[in-house]
């Protein structure tokens, strides 16, 4: 039985989701659809990310760059709450330096 849902080979199985159909004459057959995309996430605290849509190439492809993520620093990477707290940081880090310098 695992011979026959293998025989078309293993790269089929990696990339793509197999979802059990029952046919009318009442057999099961496996139907192989395209696994979901997941979400774009904050790389520091790993919440979702807005204005970030996910799909096949095919579709991405025909967005624009805009379309695909927020126009700011860091846009499509990181929340504007972490965006907002590392600048702060940055800032503040520089600031300091300057009055040490002097
Ligand atoms: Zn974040």
Do not use: F
């Not at 293998?6 to 057959?29: D, E, F, H, Q």
């Not at 965006?83 to 300057?98: H, K, Q, T």
């Amino acid at each position: 039985m695992i011979r026959d849902v293998n025989k078309r080979g293993r790269s089929r199985r990696l990339k793509k989701v197999r979802v059990a159909v029952r046919v009318p004459g009442g057999g099961i057959v496996y139907h192989y659809r395209h696994k979901r995309h997941s979400q774009a996430r904050c790389a520091r605290c790993g919440r979702p990310l807005n204005a970030t849509p996910t799909g096949p190439r095919s579709i991405m492809g025909k967005l624009s760059k805009s379309q695909r993520r927020p126009n700011r620093p860091y846009g499509g990477y990181l929340c504007p709450e972490c965006l907002r707290e590392l600048m702060l940081a940055r800032a503040i880090e520089e600031g300091m330096a300057l009055l040490a310098s002097r």
